[in-house]
């Protein structure tokens, strides 16, 4: 918290905020501002809801420190840039950007607010350094009434994903993050002004397309759908490549590449297929530098880090956690749950450089068991038991007003 301190200029705020933090750390099973406050010794919650709502620090300069912690501790001349989205379900219409709509967390459409994120890995590690809340256009932006509710500013104007995510890059890029390479799925590597602009910046990226894409081959002269191009290729084209440690192993699948430009140094389609079931993916690549297969193929391969952390993110410190509205809080949650996140990663790349192999055991520290360490070690205080019964009958006392106003409400209607 040391990094970061200097951001809340009041004692009250920044004490709340190392709290916050311990506590997104901490064992308990939830992680919203009433479990967070039990677990500090507060009385009642209003100190860690205030710290969301009204308290004054600027959740985006945390990010920046965040994002320069993390550049210090795991930062590599070739390290990755993965951009992706995830799902927060919710019930309700006035949490800020919710509607029905599709998010991979369900693998359907349901009640939900979508965070674009970015994440950095490099050998040394992963984490998250950036993120926005996406706004759908016309249930959200176009509404004035829901947008003042909410607390949208007036500088939050509709952006796609695709634009929010070149937003993140670009301020990552020109902070000066040492990052070769961005990747990230099909939402991203179908927009042609991403691509564009990592090009004309010089940023190799490896960005995951659908089959329908189309490319131009023969230098040139020949437009084509990707699946037809990787149709014509021979049996001698697809080379074994694994594209990095998954659970159960080496990733193996079979690779190809075909060049888009003549020289086949600039722009590539990548084509993976299962050695299993012959199922296909596509990609397209640039390189501003001769490069390998076998590089393209590690930087496809890594996009995989930020579902990882996502996991860890939601399982291990509350990142879906919180209970707020408004558009504020819930980038100042979110910006406290990368910190916390960024915690475990800086801990997990030091226990990394003990060296560990087939045989030797135990194996390296993971984040989950860091974190029960850290709680069983450091972070774990005694409470009283009339703390504890204090919080049951103020939880209890709380639900039952809120019990009471709604069958009113609906008595009225």
């Not at 004054?56 to 070739?78: I, N, Q, S, T």
């Not at 809340?133 to 949208?152: E, F, M, N, Q, V």
Request: proline share 5%; with cysteine.
């Amino acid at each position: 918290m040391a990094k970061v301190a200097g951001r809340f200029v009041r004692v009250e705020p920044r004490s709340t905020a190392r709290a916050f933090v311990t506590g997104l750390l901490s064992d308990a099973e939830r992680k919203n501002c009433w479990s967070l406050a039990e677990q500090a010794g507060h009385d009642r919650p209003d100190a860690m809801q205030r710290l969301l709502r009204s308290a004054r620090w600027d959740a985006d300069a945390v990010r920046d420190d965040l994002r320069d912690l993390v550049l210090e501790r795991l930062g590599d001349p070739d390290g990755v840039l993965i951009v992706d989205e995830t799902g927060f379900l919710k019930k309700g219409e006035h949490s800020a950007g919710v509607q029905r709509q599709y998010t991979g967390t369900a693998g359907r459409i349901e009640n939900s607010q979508i965070g674009v994120f970015l994440a950095y890995a490099s050998p040394r590690g992963r984490a998250l350094i950036d993120r926005r809340l996406y706004l759908p256009k016309d249930s959200w932006c176009a509404d004035g009434p829901r947008r003042t509710a909410a607390g949208i500013p007036e500088q939050a104007v509709f952006a796609t994903k695709p634009h929010l995510a070149r937003n993140m890059i670009t301020a990552a890029l020109e902070a000066g993050t040492p990052a070769r390479w961005v990747t990230g799925d099909e939402v991203y590597g179908q927009d042609p002004a991403l691509r564009l602009e990592l090009e004309a910046r010089g940023t190799g990226y490896v960005l995951a397309v659908s089959c329908a894409t189309r490319v131009r081959i023969n230098n040139g002269r020949t437009p084509v759908r990707a699946d037809t191009a990787a149709a014509c290729l021979p049996e001698d084209a697809w080379q074994i490549r694994s594209a990095g440690a998954g659970a159960k192993g080496p990733r193996i699948y079979r690779w190809a590449w075909i060049a888009l430009d003549g020289d086949g140094r600039r722009r590539q389609l990548l084509v993976r297929r299962n050695t299993a079931t012959g199922e296909r993916a596509f990609y397209l690549c640039f390189t501003p530098q001769p490069t390998p297969l076998s590089t393209l193929v590690q930087v496809a391969g890594v996009r995989w880090s930020i579902e990882e952390c996502f996991q860890a993110a939601k399982g291990q410190v509350g990142l879906d956690h919180y209970q707020v509205r408004h558009f504020t809080s819930w980038h100042r949650h979110i910006t406290l749950a990368m910190l916390a996140l960024a915690v475990l990663a800086f801990l997990v790349a030091e226990a990394a450089r003990t060296p560990t192999g087939p045989g030797r055991l135990p194996i390296s520290l993971t984040a989950n068991e860091i974190r029960h360490l850290m709680n069983a070690l450091i972070l774990d205080q005694p409470r009283s038991p009339a703390l504890v019964l204090h919080w049951s009958i103020w939880r209890r006392t709380h639900q039952g007003r809120a019990r009471h106003s709604h069958y009113q409400r609906r008595l009225a209607t």
